[in-house]
């Protein structure tokens, strides 16, 4: 009988959401359990069994001076290395100290910030390792998940949706709240996943799942910006789970600049 490959889940700097999602995939989580070798995985089991790994999943960004050479190892441990979740593919909603003082920072939170040893920046997972894969979301979508695991078993490329989150808006029939209500939306350059939650309430896509391939956001929030939405609130939106995803991060600084200047 062959051999299962084996999975181990790393945490980093994060909220553990994305861990959280497989945990919830109850029914799929039998069959996923069926297909692997879970020899590492800390917030299901204590029982740990060292590697190397097949498939190796990293949840969280990389803030700290460990952290970044935790992962050179965790790197050199797996087969496959798959980065998941927002933290640990664009730097998390904690990569908006890169655009601060993060010493100010550690002395408003910490009673003895001499004790914190953290990097100025929080940044992705790929910034410092070759990464094989990046499943998108925050949190990431348990389906997609069981997705991922399942094309990596049987020797496929996983299939992930690559269009904007206003086809799923579409499908659901959800009528857009940029066009009814003229509020600012992310959805026309956010990767489909979410399931369209925020704009089913009539509320703006906040970028759960980073930008769609080929997007454009600095062209969306110039739009946005010409129609009277203001541009410090464009910021905002665009400095939010995914901020530090490329596109984003430049289309935010390129607002940025023309808030201070006007």
């Not at 410090?232 to 995803?245: C, K, P, Q, S």
């Amino acid at each position: 009988m062959a051999t299962k490959p084996s999975l181990a889940v790393f945490k980093f700097a994060s909220c553990d959401g994305c861990q959280l999602s497989l945990l919830d995939a109850e029914d799929e989580l039998l069959a996923v359990a069926g297909a692997v070798d879970i020899a590492y995985f800390l917030e299901a089991r204590t029982q740990q069994v060292g590697g190397p790994y097949d498939i190796g999943l990293v949840e969280g960004s990389i803030t700290t001076p460990h952290d970044a050479e935790r992962i050179q190892e965790i790197r050199k441990q797996c087969r496959f290395l798959v980065s998941i979740g927002a933290c640990a593919t664009a730097g998390g909603i904690q990569s908006l100290k890169n655009w601060a003082d993060v010493n100010d920072f550690i002395h408003r939170v910490y009673a003895h910030p001499e004790y914190i040893k953290t990097l100025s920046t929080s940044t992705p997972i790929a910034d410092h390792v070759k990464v094989d894969i990046e499943l998108r979301g925050c949190p990431i979508n348990k389906y997609q998940l069981v997705e991922l695991i399942t094309a990596l078993v049987h020797g496929r490329k996983p299939r992930f949706p690559s269009y904007a989150v206003c086809v799923e808006c579409k499908r659901r029939q959800v009528v857009c709240v940029a066009v009814a209500q003229g509020i600012a939306c992310l959805g026309p350059v956010t990767q489909a996943g979410c399931g369209v939650i925020c704009p089913a309430f009539n509320r703006d896509c906040y970028g759960c799942f980073g930008p769609k391939e080929n997007s454009n956001p600095n062209s969306l929030v110039q739009h946005d910006a010409a129609n009277g939405i203001p541009r410090d609130h464009l910021v905002r939106l665009l400095r939010n789970f995914n901020a530090g995803a490329s596109e984003f991060r430049l289309a935010s600084d390129h607002m940025e600049r023309s808030v201070s200047q006007s």
